[in-house]
């Protein structure tokens, strides 16, 4: 699977982006897809993932409520909904997708293939 995340900008605190991970390959929709991040100086981290049917999702605790993640196997698209934005959310997001119906994971270990970044810059 080959992955393109785009839609990241800059935004001001408290307000609203949407993220897509566009992917290629047939494998696509049996695959599940996590989001992660990196801001300046910190290592990445997990931030929302989604089963390869959509009937699993987790989130890391510092997004519930804020974040929504969901997915369209027919236009092999998942996407982050990101609601208000705060300045610690600022950083690279990254796309990633692991292979199979297992349940969903967290750690980008478990992940097999990544998509390019894209920038989301929250101004406080």
């Known amino acids: 699977v080959q992955l393109q995340a785009y839609g990241g900008g800059l935004v001001q605190a408290g307000g609203s982006l949407r993220l897509s991970c566009a992917a290629s390959g047939r494998t696509f929709s049996e695959s599940a897809v996590g989001w992660f991040r990196q801001a300046p100086g910190k290592e990445r981290e997990f931030v929302a993932a989604v089963n390869w049917s959509g009937s699993s999702i987790t989130y890391v605790d510092s997004v519930k409520g804020r974040f929504i993640i969901s997915r369209d196997n027919a236009k092999n698209t998942v996407y982050l909904q990101m609601n208000s934005l705060k300045f610690e959310d600022t950083g690279v997001y990254y796309c990633?997708?692991?292979?199979?119906?297992?349940?969903?994971?967290?750690?980008?270990?478990?992940?097999?293939?990544w998509g390019q970044g894209t920038l989301v810059t929250v101004s406080s």
């Open positions: 990633a997708a692991r292979m199979g119906r297992g349940y969903v994971r967290t750690r980008d270990a478990d992940f097999d293939s």
